[in-house]
């Protein structure tokens, strides 16, 4: 076997190190651009350099720029997130498809053995996604049946309490009178 098989069942970087490199920016997964130099073990400056000279195959759905706003937001709220307070340009970030796009630009072994790590991350993360939509939905059948089991049940009581309260009334008693019996 030659050394890209090896490379492709060996872990580069822990499963843990990538998933803390993902973030929801504007409803979408996705990295910044220095943490995955810092993967690829590329300078960011080289990862923008191939991003720029490859500039139409990142349409606005595989990277976009983060804006003042988001930067300011992702620093607050991530004490992980690799932005720096003083860089005067803006980082932009890679959906899953723009990671995979970025390792095709990119063209090393090692960027191509982290981008399907990341590619398997994205996956796991959509499927429990599905996972959990699965389950509330299950919940809500769930609550479903047990409210019209719930006035099924009601329905019942009431119609059997309606039966014993007829049942109490005192009935006239059918069939061959006596003399006696009046």
Known sequence: MGDSTKGLNMNIVSEDAITQKIYLIRGQK???DRDLAELYGVENRVLGQQVKRNKHKFPNDFMFELTQEEMKDLRSQFVTANISSKSRVLPSVFTEH???ML????NSD???NVSIQIIRIFTKMRQMVVT???ILLKIEQLERKGI???QSLK??????KQLIGQQSAP???IGFKTKKSN
């Open 155 to 160: 329905q019942i009581f009431q119609v059997l």
């Open 103 to 106: 390792a095709n630009v990119l």
């Open 110 to 112: 090692r960027a191509n």
């Open 30 to 32: 996705v990295m910044i």
């Open 148 to 150: 019209n089991h719930d």
């Open 171 to 173: 009935r006239t008693p």
């Open 132 to 134: 959990q939509k699965d």
């Open 98 to 100: 723009g990671v995979l």
